[in-house]
């Protein structure tokens, strides 16, 4: 009995427990009503089995958030009633507009993004003039964004439009179908190919969100988060949905009208080709007939469009002579062409997206191994393949082939012992032979891609090729190309070919008839064990080579895995390296934006009102101040760029601590006392003489002390403190440089990121305080390189402290360290610096060598005022030459980058001149290199002095008035 209630015990409270679990873990979820609106593409129901562009992503930011939803059914207008009184916690596809910010509430990414057009049924004529659609009656969905849009666009193109409102999408486009409307108004998917229509306008773009009830604001962070993950994590997660669900929407088959206009008025498109480049483009030499993937492509485009255009097929034997017919428009469309925007840019062609990206492969002999004596047959004309092979393979010797068959033929001829082809050309041209033997490279190394290319006339082409290689897809690819490998390979046949591919058969049936000739003639049994002995001796060679090719073969299967296992982990270090560059380029985009808005919107106001001078130089002063700042972001992309490539030199001097401290103090009080902060400075130091890089110090310092006087309040307080103490070094100490300030501090969240590139607090973004958020990333990557560290210590509302510790070593007597020009000498302010009068140069000569006619222009202006004659020179050899000409030119500002001649070597040209005044002429560099090493090589160069562009104007009147009138 006692065990009975034990065992009863043990299984209640082992239920208990799991009782316990299950409710522990439900209470972690949240419970989200989501209005579910049954639209075409966005949410669908077939057979109990959900599906859509909003209902899958609504699913993955559930899997995120921790939600578990509750759907609430009905129509999109009532839906969006119930969303507002607080029934429905969470609505996808809600477009935003400021009337709406004030009834719910938005996160800050986006879930997708939604064209608007205008439809026209295929029999009503357009002629593409928007006032053709004059007075027409439009269906639209009264519950989205589109009408206001619509409404907007009409006025602005001077249009009288009859807007008819529908309840549904489904409604509207049944109104469409029945012409009940002249036109319907919708995003790009929600018409159907199958309405037998047409776009002919688009007339706007918005963003649509995952809206959130005001009544549940605890659901915008969990949202705000899972989108973030999406877009870090799953990146091309909204990419896979729109081409699922929306890739068979009317837009993407539509022709639009210009190029129905300009495929009308060429009836006939000349098409050049390579005559003997399978199995992409060949003839067949039985037939004649023009075969291949390329013009497989073609023809299938045309037939998805629908184009009853004739094709002209140009054969061509050589790539060079059809790139040189494209060009001059004897051709409009050539197949194919490299997928390479740079050298299409050179060539100046046009070329599609890509149609193929092929694997290349290293071919040579059967048996051959590769070494740096390897000779590699190259094609002339500037591919991929060449250039690959010069890159990767430079010590090897490269034999010039006039084209990919001489390529084959060299090889077979054994005049070269290895070429690189695509697996395609390498089945359609040698895989018939067991002779040859090819090697995949590694994915991650050089591709063969291929595309079509474009007369510059042949514009509108562009996009319905495009179009049509997005349709046809990569398996419509891999079919054609598996198909016409086969067609290239039967064509190609030899009679030593098909002897060669019957070999073994015919080999094997000799075998058998030479043995039973042996036998009817050697019927005695000695002559039997005499051959039995011969063939067991013989199968036992056999089985002894069979286990020597098994144990290569194992070998090689091993290095084939190791080979895999490398290539996998430079798979896994690119996709990294990718989502790297795409967060850099988010970011760095979004910041450069910023400012050019400011410069562009102000540059716009300033045209606007020409005749109200006050205005005009307000808008001036703003774009000079967005200008400094965009520069500032420039300067700083630079310096971590460089700090990266291992370019950033650290440089030690002996110097004094408390000497360098006065010049930080000159510098930044400035700024302080400007701002109305309180700035104090202490010290607890034994050693004042030190070795360190003072001018990377002081930049450190002064960043963290600007940043204090950027998020401190007026009347805050700011303090500097050096505090010394013991190392475990002989001569060394450690020093710790404190900034601490009362201001408005940072969150939990952006301190644990305050030292990654383009980091800024959302509260900085609220007050207006302009940064590029990598400042701090300079200084802890400046902080590393001189073996140091440095921490973030942050309360909101309290303040921050930054602490950075060195080990430096100490000595006795501390010279005068000599930072750097411009990292430490005060700087007036913007707002109270007077502007200096310019220098009267009356009488001095002046040579610009500057090839940009808007920079020589900018120039001229700059110092009217200085009465200066100034002569002006396109390169560097019209600098020499003008020089030598005008014995009156007393300065010379010298372009680094010009052509012809660039401004090094006209400088270096001019100091070798045999005349004495070649020799003492100053002459000033002007680039926008703006690094320590490129101003040594300015001066390396004859240079007497370096100047950065944008062109400082007080800095070059000073330089001007030091070296032609001997004045500071």
């Not at 489904?170 to 179908?177: H, S, V, Y």
């Not at 002063?621 to 310096?639: F, G, H």
């Not at 140069?841 to 090839?851: F, P, Q, R, V």
């Amino acid at each position: 009995m006692a065990r009975l209630v034990l065992f009863f015990g043990m299984v209640f409270c082992f239920l208990w427990m799991a009782a316990g679990q299950e409710v522990s873990a439900a209470a972690t979820k949240k419970t989200v009503r989501l209005g579910f609106s049954l639209e075409d593409n966005f949410m669908m129901e077939k057979d109990g089995h959900f599906f859509g562009f909003s209902y899958d992503y609504a699913r993955l930011v559930a899997e995120y958030a921790n939600w578990e939803y509750i759907y609430i059914y009905g129509d999109k207008e009532k839906l969006l009633e119930k969303f507002l009184r607080g029934e429905i916690d969470v609505m996808p596809d809600i477009s935003y507009t400021e009337a709406r910010a004030k009834q719910m509430l938005f996160p800050r990414l986006p879930m997708n993004t939604e064209e608007y057009y205008i439809f026209l049924p295929d029999d009503r004529p357009f002629d593409g003039r928007l006032q053709t659609l004059d007075a027409l009656t439009i269906g639209v969905n009264s519950s989205m964004r589109i009408n206001e849009v619509l409404r907007d666009w009409s006025t602005k193109e001077g249009l009288s439009l009859q807007l008819k409102p529908y309840a549904s999408d489904a409604a509207r486009l049944r109104a469409f179908l029945n012409g009940e409307t002249d036109a319907t108004a919708a995003m790009g998917m929600h018409v159907n190919q199958e309405s037998d229509s047409r776009v002919v306008a688009r007339f706007g773009v918005t963003a649509s969100y995952m809206a959130v009830s005001k009544s549940r604001p605890d659901l915008l962070k969990d949202l705000d988060e899972a989108q973030w993950a999406i877009y870090s994590y799953s990146p091309h997660f909204i990419a896979k949905l729109a081409d699922r669900y929306f890739q068979n929407s009317e837009v993407w088959q539509t022709v639009m009208p210009e190029e129905r206009r300009w495929l009308a008025e060429h009836p006939t498109l000349r098409v050049g080709y390579l005559r003997n480049l399978p199995p992409f483009t060949f003839e067949d030499p039985k037939t004649g007939q023009l075969q291949g993937v390329f013009v497989d492509q073609l023809q299938s485009i045309l037939r998805y469009f629908k184009l009853d255009n004739q094709l002209e097929y140009v054969g061509y034997d050589s790539y060079e002579s059809m790139i040189d017919d494209l060009q001059t428009g004897v051709i409009d469309i050539a197949i194919p062409v490299d997928d390479d925007f740079s050298l299409s840019e050179l060539h100046g062609i046009l070329q599609t997206t890509s149609v193929m990206n092929l694997q290349l492969y290293l071919v040579m002999h059967r048996g051959d191994s590769f070494t740096p004596q390897t000779r590699f047959g190259v094609q002339k004309y500037e591919s991929g393949k060449k250039i690959y092979e010069n890159d990767t393979y430079p010590q090897n010797p490269h034999i010039v082939c006039g084209s990919l068959a001489e390529q084959v033929k060299a090889l077979k001829k054994r005049r070269v012992d290895a070429v690189l082809m695509d697996y395609p050309s390498y089945q359609a041209w040698l895989g018939t032979s067991g002779e040859y033997q090819a090697w995949p490279l590694p994915p991650n190394m050089e591709r063969m891609a291929m595309s079509f290319g474009l007369s510059p006339a042949n514009r509108p082409l562009l996009r319905l090729l495009n179009h049509g290689i997005t349709v046809n897809g990569e398996d419509s690819v891999r079919v054609s190309i598996f198909e016409n490998t086969e067609k290239a390979r039967e064509a190609s046949k030899t009679w030593a070919d098909v002897l060669r591919q019957y070999a073994l058969p015919l080999s094997l049936t000799s075998l058998v008839i030479a043995l039973l000739f042996a036998l009817l003639i050697w019927r005695n049994r000695t002559m039997y064990h005499r051959v039995a002995a011969q063939l067991e001796l013989r199968v036992s060679r056999q089985k002894k080579a069979l286990v020597r090719q098994n144990a290569r073969l194992e070998s090689l299967l091993k290095d084939a895995e190791e080979q895999r296992k490398k290539a996998d982990a430079a798979a896994v270090r690119a996709e990294a390296a990718n989502r790297a560059k795409s967060s850099f380029l988010s970011s760095m985009s979004h910041d450069i934006r910023t400012p050019m808005n400011a410069i562009l919107g102000f540059a716009h106001l300033a045209m606007e009102h020409p005749e109200d001078a006050e205005k005009v130089k307000t808008y001036l002063d703003r774009i000079s101040v967005s200008s400094t700042y965009l520069l500032e972001l420039i300067n700083e992309i630079l310096d971590m760029s460089r700090i990266e490539s291992g370019k950033y030199e650290i440089r030690c001097l002996r110097g004094s601590l408390k000497h360098w401290l006065k010049k930080i103090r000159d510098v930044i009080s400035l700024d302080a006392h400007e701002h109305k902060r309180n700035l104090v400075f202490e010290t607890e130091i034994t050693h004042d003489g030190v070795v360190c890089d003072w001018m990377h110090l002081g930049r450190v310092v002064q960043n963290c002390l600007s940043n204090a006087i950027k998020y401190t309040t007026e009347g805050g307080h700011i303090r500097l403190t050096i505090k010394e103490t013991p190392s475990e070094k002989v001569g060394v100490s450690r020093y710790t440089f404190q900034i601490a300030d009362d201001g408005i501090g940072m969150s939990p969240a952006f301190l644990a990121k305050v030292f990654e590139p383009f980091s800024r607090e959302r509260t900085t973004t609220v007050s207006r305080i302009q940064g590029t958020g990598l400042g701090m990333s300079i200084a802890k990557s400046i902080v590393d390189a001189m073996g140091g560290t440095i921490t973030a210590e942050s309360e909101q509302g309290k303040g921050t402290i930054f602490s950075i510790c060195l080990d430096l070593e100490t000595v006795e007597e501390a010279g005068e360290e000599a930072p750097s020009s411009g990292e430490m000498e005060p700087q007036a302010s913007e707002e109270n610096a007077a502007p200096a009068a310019p220098p009267d140069l009356s009488g001095k000569h002046i040579l610009y060598a500057e090839d940009n006619e808007l920079n020589r222009e900018i120039l001229s202006a700059m110092l009217e005022e200085t009465r200066v004659t100034l002569y002006m020179a396109e390169n560097g050899r019209e600098a020499v030459d003008c020089f030598t000409q005008h014995a009156e030119i007393d300065l010379i500002l010298m372009d680094v980058q010009m052509p012809i001649m660039d401004g090094f070597e006209a400088a270096r040209a001019i100091r070798a001149l045999p005349m004495e005044r070649a020799k003492q002429v100053p002459i000033l560099a002007i680039t926008a290199n703006a690094f320590e090493e490129d101003r040594q090589h300015a001066l390396a160069s004859g240079m007497n002095d370096f100047l950065a562009k944008p062109m400082d104007m007080p800095l070059l009147l000073q330089k001007l008035g030091t070296y032609l009138l001997g004045s500071s």
